[in-house]
């Protein structure tokens, strides 16, 4: 199971940290990944980490801005999310996949979360 939180609302500029605590698999097993979906497009990817937690990809819409980072101990994942825009409006999912390295598409994870809502708005 994959238990996402910390959405909420924020103004533009501000900052967010999404959680993802992850029970009942092996969390160092698994890549780790943030999408997004907004009404009407498809989930799209956001940012996501290997099983060690060194290596990461992100979306160049995030870059300079976005960070993730993992706690094996603490089986959960974190997207600290900064510099927020209107634009990064959206729910927020976590996944888990057991595919080597860091996937970028939606088949390349395995499990999902509830999706938590980030609202950017003045």
């Known amino acids: 199971q994959l238990q996402a939180s910390g959405g909420g609302l924020v103004q533009p500029g501000g900052s967010l940290r999404l959680s993802c605590e992850v029970s009942?698999?092996?969390?160092?097993?698994?890549?780790m990944a943030w999408f997004l979906e907004t009404p009407g497009k498809e989930r799209e990817f956001v940012m996501g980490i290997n099983r060690a937690g060194i290596s990461t990809r992100y979306a160049d819409s995030v870059k300079g801005r976005f960070t993730i980072s993992r706690d094996n101990a603490k089986n959960t994942v974190y997207l600290q999310m900064n510099s927020l825009k209107p634009e990064d409006t959206a729910v927020y999912y976590c996944?888990?996949?057991?595919?080597?390295?860091?996937?970028?598409?939606?088949?390349?994870?395995?499990?999902w979360g509830q999706g938590t809502l980030v609202t950017v708005s003045s």
């Open positions: 996944a888990a996949g057991q595919r080597p390295g860091v996937g970028i598409s939606r088949a390349d994870y395995d499990y």
């Open positions: 009942g698999r092996t969390f160092s097993s698994y890549a």
